[in-house]
Structure formats: C-alpha cells, structure tokens
C-alpha cells in the first residue's frame, strides 16, 4: 500500500552498530493507521533540509566504504540505516528497496551481532508491505534473542501488520519492561491503541518523546514525530483541542515535515476548516504526493463548492496509485466506496488481501465494500470482527451503525452512529450527514411504533440504496 509514514529513526542508535531501538520505531507505530501506496512519491525540493544534506553526506560515505571492503557487515549495516533514515525525510520509497538491499548485504556477512542489520531489513520489508516475510525474520530475530525488549515490540508490529492479535499479545507479553526504550514504548502504545487503551498509549508516547528530546544528536524531526502521533490519537478520542495542541508544538519543531502538514490538515477538516485543511494538505503533498492526504483536500474542496477542484485532486490520487496491479491503497478505496464507485473490484481486492492479513483495517474496508455492494449479512460479520478488536475509530462507528441498522441491528446502530457523531462530527461530512438522516428515521419509526427495518433482504436493500443515493 504505502511508503509508510515513518517514525522517529535515533541516528545515535542507528548508526552505533546496534541499531535496535529506533530502527524498530521507524519500523512501526503510526504508520499503519495511515495506509500510502507503495507507488514512487514525488519528493520536491522542500524536503532537501540541512538534515537531508547531512544525511546523504554520511550516506555516500558509508556506501562508498561497504564499496571499497565487500567483506564488511559493518559498513552496509550503517548505510542501509542511513537509507532508511533519508526515506523518512523524503517518503521516498527507493529508499525502503536500497535499505533492504544493504541490509541483506551486511548479514550476507555476519547474522551474529548484527541485531540493527536484522531490524533494518524488516523495517525495509515494512515498507514495502511484504508483511509475511518480515515477520518471518522477526520471529527468527526472536528466536535468537528472545531477552530483547524492542525485538519484542518489532515482532508484535508485524503481528499486528498480518492481524495475528493472539501472536502480537504474546510478543508484547514477552516485554519485561515496556518504557525500557523509544522502539519499545513505541511499540506497546501502539498496540494499547489497537485495543482502545488511547490513555495508556499516549503516557507512553509523551514519556518516549521526552527521552527522545533529551537524547544528544536527535533531530528535531523525530522529536516532532511523537507529537504527530500524540496528535492523532486525541483525534480519533474527539479531543480536537488537545490534538491542536500537540500539533502546534510538533510544527515549531519541524514545520515542513510532510507527516505533520498532514496531519494539520486532517485537524482542519475535524474542525470544518476547510479552507485551511486544503491549504495544510496541499503544502504536505507538495512534498510527498500521498493519496491519503489527496482525499482529505478533495474532501475540502467539494465542501468548499468547488467540485472542479475536488475532482482534479482525485485524479491526482488516483494517477499516485496507479499502477499497482493487484494491491490496494485503503484510503483511496475508501474514498472510492464513499462514492460508490468500483465496489465490485475492490470487494475483490478487500477479500483477497484479507488471505495475507485479517487485521482490522482490512476488515473494516472489506466490511464496508460489502454493505455497498449490498451484502449485508457479510459486512455485519466482517464489522463485528473489527468491533470485536476495541479501536477508538470514529470511522468503524459510522461503518458498524450503518451496516448494522441495515441489517436490521437497529439498537446497536444507533449507539454505534450517536459515538460516531461525538467523536468526530465535521471532518466525514458525508458520513454526518448520513448518520443524522438515519438517527431521524430511527426516532420517526419508533415515535410511529413500526420498525425501521424488517428483517429481509427486500426491505434493508432499499434502506441502504437510499443511504447511498443521499451520501452520493
């Protein structure tokens, strides 16, 4: 799917020949809430900082050398890092397959103490969604050290990458200290997330950022990667303000990160500014084409009245993820199935990928392309599968009430629509707006004694046609 959006990578961990703590957070974290394709970004001008330059002056060093001496781990090792560390800056995704390359090169050499080398190719596999195969050398990493906290967290990342839920509880059962390090704090507040445990994962992010800024040779970019994640965890709890708060300390950190623009962006539209959600999202994309942050500008323009401009985005985002025969982009499908449009082929794409990874996101889309399509007892069985996990998402609450009320599940649907609605009113529009129309009719039927839905096909079919019509 995407050229994820990293975390913090510690150039001081990396690059010391161990390589395990901020590998792994670069590795994981945020990035999976906020799927990109895999496809080539265009990374402009904007992103050649002073850091990017310092980055590939030690990068042409480090490759010359592992040119000079091919019998060293050493030296593949410190360039597949620094790679990997320029990919962060530019979400440029040649980056990941350079990493890999180095990285596999290193260990071609030496498997024995050569733990950061380990972590780097999995981060480099991350990247470019070959989930099995990284968590295939996670567990083997495991294997080999099982003592080792942040391998730990980096084996229950790809866990949670696949939807082995029971797998990632065992991994992160394994950790014996889960504030002992920045990777493994990362980790475990990702997976208190997942399971809708916000409060504990933002103690955690907010204490490993405070480690972070007190580490010498951080960059200010990996400091403000916490505050973006910080971010969009109170986003999604509906604490707009808090959210705002953690954003606005992240920008006078590092103001032209594109991750940070984005996320801006996506607090502009969860405060209906659309104006500026178009403008944060514009400056985000100018440095990384990404199709996630495209939706959320066309998003802007169409409840801006400029529906010129809204489709010219979305044939921006669409151009981004073209040419990825076979995979599929969940922002932009969601986008697409919002509008009704391809919900047959990407029906099939959902199924398909569910047979590489069962985890809630997938879940979640496939779900929706088949209420869509109008397969309702399939979406409400997928949609309890995601529920079943425990994520704060205001987006699983819209999808779950709508399925559910069209199956007839009317109770749950609207305590399901009514969460949906306090934790996020004004940045899906379409989806308000819907789940208001619904609620309406609930409340009309109940206040005429009839039920809103019979219990057949018939009868949900049309409700749902009509939801689709009015979010059309």
Not at 55 to 70: C, F, H, S, V, Y
Request: hydrophobic content about 45%.
């Amino acid at each position: 799917m995407k050229l994820r959006v990293f975390p913090a990578i510690s150039r001081r961990v990396l690059l010391c020949g161990i390589g395990i703590g901020a590998v792994v957070a670069s590795a994981v974290g945020a990035w999976a809430l906020q799927d990109h394709a895999a496809s080539e970004p265009v990374v402009a001008a904007a992103a050649s900082s002073a850091e990017l330059l310092r980055i590939e002056q030690e990068l042409a060093i480090w490759t010359r050398a592992a040119g000079i001496d091919p019998y060293s781990a050493m030296f593949p090792a410190h360039a597949a890092a620094l790679q990997l560390q320029r990919g962060r800056l530019t979400g440029d995704y040649r980056d990941a397959v350079q990493a890999e390359t180095l990285s596999r090169k290193s260990l071609a050499q030496r498997t024995q103490h050569n733990g950061g080398a380990f972590v780097t190719l999995i981060a480099a596999l991350l990247e470019q969604h070959r989930f099995a195969e990284a968590n295939r050398i996670a567990r083997q990493l495991v294997a080999g050290q099982p003592d080792v906290d942040a391998y730990n967290s980096l084996l229950g990342e790809t866990e949670l990458e696949l939807g082995n839920y029971n797998a990632a509880r065992s991994a992160f059962a394994a950790i014996r200290q889960p504030s002992s390090g920045l990777s493994t704090m990362a980790g475990v507040a990702r997976w208190s997330e997942l399971q809708g445990h916000d409060a504990i994962a933002l103690v955690l992010l907010r204490r490993a950022r405070e480690e972070a800024r007190i580490r010498p040779g951080e960059m200010k970019e990996e400091i403000a990667w916490y505050y973006m994640r910080e971010a969009d965890i109170e986003l999604r709890r509906g604490r707009v303000n808090a959210a705002a708060e953690a954003l606005r300390a992240g920008l006078a950190m590092a103001p032209s990160d594109y991750r940070l623009l984005a996320a801006r962006a996506r607090l502009a539209a969860a405060r209906g500014e659309w104006r500026d959600a178009a403008r944060y999202g514009e400056a985000s994309t100018f440095n990384v084409l990404d199709p996630t942050t495209l939706t959320v500008v066309a998003t802007a323009y169409a409840e801006l009245g400029d529906t010129a401009k809204a489709h010219e985005v979305e044939r921006a985002a669409g151009a981004a993820v073209g040419g990825q025969a076979g995979t599929i982009h969940r922002a932009w499908a969601m986008h697409q199935l919002d509008r009704n449009q391809s919900v047959d082929s990407l029906a099939a794409l959902a199924r398909r990928e569910l047979t590489i990874r069962r985890d809630v996101y997938t879940l979640d889309l496939l779900a929706w392309a088949e209420y869509k399509g109008g397969h309702l007892n399939e979406a409400h069985r997928y949609m309890s599968d995601v529920l079943r996990v425990g994520t704060t998402d205001p987006l699983f609450f819209y999808h779950a009430g709508f399925i559910q009320i069209a199956s007839g599940d009317t109770a749950h649907g609207e305590a399901s629509l009514e969460q949906a609605l306090r934790l996020d009113a004004r940045s899906k529009p379409r989806y308000a707006r819907s789940a208001r129309v619904l609620l309406d009719r609930v409340d009309a039927a109940r206040d005429e004694g009839r039920p809103l839905v019979a219990r057949t096909a018939v009868r949900a079919r049309r409700l749902l046609f009509a939801l689709a019509r009015h979010e059309g």
